[in-house]
């Protein structure tokens, strides 16, 4: 039998309040969430000018687009 979260419950039933805060408090994760989002800008290549821009947020769906 596997201790596999996704194989006992659907993730909003699992993941309730209690398990939400030890997820977003591991240190663990909060590393590797770092490093994921520096690897993506790494990966984007974007311009480092000077100039204020903003990255669309497909997860939310807050739709930014770069200033001019």
Known sequence: MSNRPELLAPPDIF?????ARKY???SCIIDIQARLSERALE???LPVDGIPGS???IDTL???FPSK
Not at 15 to 19: L, N
């Open 15 to 19: 993941y309730d309040d209690s398990e």
């Open 24 to 26: 977003t408090s591991s």
């Open 43 to 45: 990966l984007l290549a």
């Open 55 to 57: 990255l669309l947020d």
């Open 62 to 64: 807050h739709f930014t």
